[in-house]
């Protein structure tokens, strides 16, 4: 392997600056309304990248040109000829280039989306780079379609010249698409000269066995800068050919044929290469449809499914324009060139041309006086001019046919006819009379005349004329004048001819069987058609409506074809929003027009705005105007921009902004050339206050007593005015500051939380966001029970037992009500409904899962005293709570009516005053009646109550301190009576037992905050 010689210093540096200037763009970088996919191909003349347009997402193939093109105006305008060249191709290995312009500075074309894998990934999925190739099948496949494909763009006159392995790609049916066709050539040898001494890739690449670069390809003729042209396409697909199927690149210096390397394929494979690496491009396969017929023998079995798939690729590629130009007969030169008879076929033309004679029916006829001569045979001498001339001489018995220029004849007596025939002469007759005498041989000279004529053809000026003779021979004879004639003395030979007149732009016209005749001048009419001509009409923007003479033909780009040549017609433009435009052309035959007609003006008016601020505090106009900005609908205007003179017309939606102040947004009529005005009131704009909560607290925020939305970028509020924040943070004490900012001001609050303090003994306690209300029951002591004189005393209120609290606890100030029950348990079992009213219809072991979650909402929140849990009271507790500290039958008294509590009747039952019966049926709303002591409500009557003690037919009798709960038993004690129930079975010692798994509607339950207790 050559060693490869590190470059000096300053050239990495230069190549290191060309390579951020010639930068490939990363994935989702934005390029124009396009956002990057991936960098298909980073090559040498140009960038390939899968671009999505940024709004509709739509997929399409960019080549971005190296940043040497930049300002090459002529450059683009060959790259736009090339676009509307190969709009007109019709072959699907060529992707249709969709437009050509300049985006960031770069000019770039964009190509119908190209999908696949590059050939250097399809061949490193499918060979092995530098030791096994992809197979001698798939390698006639990708060449045949390459050669079919370039040999198609030859014909049309365009090549390729730089087919870097990249930017082939092979699709998943196998088919190939490739881009870069015509950009060497648009570029101009300048500019390319200028990209390869530019360029940081090497000229060998023997180390990337996997990839072929620009300059592996290239041929010897176009790596040393003579003369080249589109032969260079078949060397570089030869190249990539031997690559595919060997594996390896070819070493010209040391090669090896093919046959070499690879084993059990065809030695035809190395004719195929060898003619494709000829170095002398005259040795080289002419075209590409030579290349696949020398493909074609590649193929063992020439009739297979590959060497159909060639022959499909040669019918495709039609007969190169130039030699279609020349007519007919160059036509079938050409096919008979391919077939491999071009050397003997123009040897023959050449022969042909040569031996064109005149045919004519017209004789020259002269008699001859008596030849005499001795004996019975005449020796007879001929001399004929020209010396090709045919010779016959016919007699009574005799006809000799003479080829000869001389010759002497021994010949009868008699009459004779002699005919003498010549290429491009006039026949002549000669009539001979041969009689007996003596002496020598007798001599005849005839010397023919050419057969020269005259011949004038009118037609259109500047008008080609050419003939074809009998033998298909074609023959250019000249040029028509400046009136359309063109004339011929004694420049053809008389005959019978085809006449071909052609003229750019106009349709050929062949005269069949036109009569040249002898002696006189062949006038021949030959009047042209023009060919209809193509307008492309084109305005920025697009989608301008084109009428021509008053017509409207469609909306811009616009490609007008089959129009009339040789008017005059008047186009015009129109778009919404714009200012009409319209220019006279004139359409020459055939010519395609590419009528610009640049940039269409808006329909534009001036928009003068006055300015006037508000709100306190505000600054001189003058101090705003460096800042302040027009925003006319999504365009933005410097104050005082000259841009605001000329405004697109229409409703405009009109906006101040600076960065202490704002308007609102006005709509303003823009007439054309007319001139608007607006006055602006801008106020300050709002300040904002940014909220640092610790944690993941989630926060409701009132302002001036209006809740709020918590955003993450802050809260706005008025500018120069002072504002009442209100911070309010489940399980926290609620927060207030006062903010008074200026425009445009922004201020963090750092949130410091504090925990909402649970329940002090000696103070009342409500539950926070619950409500659950409780009062502060004091340690102490009572009689449990009722004593014997009691009225409507039964055994199980006694005996009377002395109970003391060493410990004071809370008493839920209410019975628990059903929106309270609702909140917490999710829903609501009672019967009389209202959120008001305490919940019914609850077993004792759902009230006591109310408490349970009660208390763990609160242990959560860090409010529960230590040692208290919330739980249903038990009897002594209730009792207690309920007497508070009174030793009659009730609370409030030793009698009692419908008045004091929601229960029936009277108490004592023979009292003959009090309300018997309470207002309404079943349940009443909590807390209507007077509440005792503790200040506890209902504790006679309402519902009856559970505790957590097992029902006893009696009570204990001993002196209790702090008694536990009852634990044994199968019914559960309720107190205080409910709505149904008499006076008397609501008083203080009331004692009721229930099964736990009861439900009434009148029974519900009290809540206590109290000592933990085994149960």
Same mark, same amino acid.
């Given at each position: ?27 989702? =970088? ?39 093109? =930049? ?20 072959? =699907? ?39 096994? *190739? ?13 050669? +079919? ?9 365009? #090549? ?12 998943? #049916?196998?088919?190939?698409?490739? $881009? ?13 000269? /200028? ?5 940081? @890739? ?11 670069? @620009? ?222 005498? #003596? ?49 011929? &003395? ?24 036109? /009569? ?13 058609? %023009? ?58 035959? !055939?010519?395609?027009?590419?009528? #610009? ?7 534009? !008016? ?6 006037? $601020?508000?709100?306190?505090?505000? %600054? ?73 909560? %610790? ?9 001036? +007593? &209006? ?5 993450? *970028? ?56 619950? *409500? ?56 609501? %079992? @009672? ?11 609850? /077993? ?131 107190? *205080? ?17 229930? @099964? ?6 009148? $029974? ?12």
């Amino acid at each position: 392997m050559a060693h490869e010689e590190t470059p000096p210093e300053s050239v990495i540096a230069a190549q290191k600056r060309e390579q951020l200037r010639n930068r490939v763009l990363k994935t989702g =970088e934005s390029f124009g309304n396009y956002r990057v996919v991936k960098c298909m191909c980073a090559g040498l003349l140009a960038h390939y990248y899968h671009m999505q347009h940024i709004r509709d997402l739509h997929d399409v193939t960019v080549g971005i040109f190296h940043h040497r093109t =930049e300002g090459n105006e002529k450059f683009f305008k060959r790259l736009e000829v090339l676009q509307q060249r190969i709009a007109t191709f019709d072959h =699907e290995v060529i992707p249709k280039v969709r437009d050509c312009t300049k985006i960031d500075d770069r000019y770039c074309v964009f190509l119908d989306p190209v999908q696949g894998q590059t050939l250097s990934q399809y061949f490193e999925a499918n060979g092995t780079p530098g030791r096994q *190739g992809i197979g001698a099948k798939a390698v006639i496949r990708i060449i045949a379609q390459m050669l +079919g494909a370039l040999g198609y763009a030859h014909s049309q006159g365009v #090549d390729h010249r730089d087919l870097d392995s990249d930017l082939i790609y092979i699709q998943e #049916d196998g088919s190939v698409r490739f $881009l870069g066709l015509g950009v060497k050539e648009a570029l101009g040898v300048e500019l390319f000269e /200028s990209i390869v001494s530019a360029s940081v @890739s090497p000229l060998v690449s023997s180390k990337t066995l996997g990839r072929l670069n @620009s300059f592996d390809v290239m041929s010897p003729e176009y790596r040393s800068g003579v003369s080249e042209d589109a032969r260079v396409d078949v060397y570089a697909v030869g190249y990539i050919g031997y690559w595919l199927l060997t594996g390896r690149k070819p070493q010209m210096a040391k090669y090896e044929p093919p046959t070499k390397i690879v084993d059990d394929i065809s030695p035809n494979w190395n004719e195929f290469f060898e003619k494709c690496f000829e170095r002398n491009q005259n040795q080289r396969y002419q075209s590409c449809k030579v290349a696949l017929l020398g493909l074609k023998g590649t193929d063992d079995e020439p009739q297979s499914e590959g060497g159909g798939f060639i022959q499909r690729q040669i019918d495709r590629i039609p007969v190169p324009r130039k030699i279609v130009e020349r007519g007919e007969m160059a036509t079938r030169i050409y096919r008979l060139f391919l077939i491999g008879l071009v050397g003997v076929t123009m040897t023959a033309i050449c022969a042909s041309f040569l031996s064109v004679s005149y045919t004519g029916e017209i004789d020259y006829h002269r008699e001859v006086a008596q030849l005499a001569a001795a004996g019975d045979r005449v020796d007879l001498e001929l001399q004929v001019q020209p010396s090709v001339a045919k010779v016959e001489l016919i007699g009574y018995s005799q006809r000799f046919v003479i080829t000869q220029g001389a010759v002497n004849l021994k010949v009868q007596p008699g009459d004779y006819k002699l005919r003498v025939s010549a290429p491009h002469h006039v026949d002549e007759i000669v009539r001979v009379r041969i009689a007996k005498g #003596d002496g020598p041989a007798q001599q005849l000279e005839i010397e023919l005349k050419p057969a020269w004529t005259d011949i004038a053809i009118h037609t259109e000026p500047g008008a080609s004329i050419s003939v074809v003779d009998e033998r298909d021979m074609q023959v250019e004879l000249g040029i028509a004048n400046e009136s359309g004639t063109f004339s011929l &003395n004694k420049g053809i030979f008389a005959g019978t001819y085809q006449v071909l007149v052609e003229k750019p732009g106009y349709q050929r016209k062949v005269l069949e069987n036109q /009569s040249i005749e002898f002696g006189t001048v062949s006038e021949i009419d030959a009047p042209l058609i %023009p060919l209809p001509g193509t307008v492309l009409v084109e305005t920025e923007p697009a989608g301008a409506t084109i009428t021509i003479n008053d017509i409207e033909l469609g909306q811009t780009p616009l490609s007008l074809r089959d129009v009339i040549p040789g008017d005059q017609y008047l186009v015009v433009a129109r778009l919404a929003g714009y200012r009409p435009l319209g220019r006279r052309i004139e359409v020459k035959p !055939g010519a395609e027009l590419r009528l #610009d007609l640049g940039k269409l003006v808006p329909l534009s !008016g001036a928009l003068h705005v006055s300015v006037q $601020l508000v709100g306190a505090g505000a %600054p001189p106009l003058s101090d705003l105007y460096a800042d302040l900005e027009v925003l006319v609908d999504e365009r933005s205007y410097a104050w005082g921009d000259p841009a605001l003179e000329s405004v697109p017309a229409g409703e405009r939606r009109v906006q101040l902004q600076h960065p202490l102040y704002i308007s609102q947004e006005y709509t303003v009529g823009i007439e054309d050339r007319g001139s608007s005005q607006v006055e602006v009131i801008m106020h300050p704009r709002p300040a904002r206050v940014a909220l640092d909560i %610790p944690g993941q607290l989630e926060a409701e925020v009132r302002i001036d +007593g &209006n809740v709020v939305p918590l955003i993450a *970028g802050g809260i706005q509020i008025p500018a120069n005015q002072e504002v009442e924040f209100e911070l309010r943070i489940r399980n926290y004490l609620t927060m207030l500051r006062v903010f008074d900012l200026g425009p445009n001001e922004s201020l963090v609050w750092a949130v410091e939380p504090m925990p909402i303090p649970g329940p002090t003994p000696e103070h009342s306690w409500t539950v926070p966001y619950l *409500g659950i209300s409780f009062a502060w029951v004091p340690a102490g002591q009572f009689q449990m029970g009722s004593p014997l004189f009691e009225h409507a005393r039964l055994p199980n209120e006694g005996p009377q037992t002395p109970v003391r609290f060493t410990e004071g606890y809370w008493a839920g100030v209410y019975e628990v009500t059903q929106a309270q029950f609702a909140e917490i348990m999710g829903r609501n %079992p @009672s019967k009389f409904l209202g959120g008001s009213r305490p919940v019914e219809n609850v /077993s004792w072991q759902e009230a006591r899962d109310f408490c349970d979650l009660l208390t763990d909402f609160e242990r959560d929140a860090g409010r529960l005293p230590e040692g208290y849990v919330y739980r249903l009271p038990s009897e002594a507790e209730w009792e207690y709570a309920a007497r508070a500290g009174s030793i009659t039958p009730f609370s409030f008294g030793d009698e009692a009516d419908a008045s004091l509590g929601h229960f029936r009747g009277v108490y004592p039952r023979d009292r003959q005053d009090g309300l018997r019966a309470p207002t309404g049926y079943g349940t009443s709303t909590v807390g209507r009646y007077q509440a005792n002591a503790f200040g506890l409500y209902d504790v006679h009557g309402n519902v009856r109550e559970w505790t957590l003690d097992r029902y006893n037919g009696r009570l204990d009798g001993d002196s209790l301190v702090n008694p536990e709960p009852r634990r044994e038993g199968k019914r559960i004690t309720v107190r *205080g009576g409910g709505w149904e129930d008499s006076a008397a079975r609501v008083r203080s010692s009331v004692r009721d037992e229930v @099964s736990p798994n009861v439900t009434s509607n009148a $029974l519900g339950f009290r809540v206590v905050l109290a000592p933990v207790v085994s149960f």
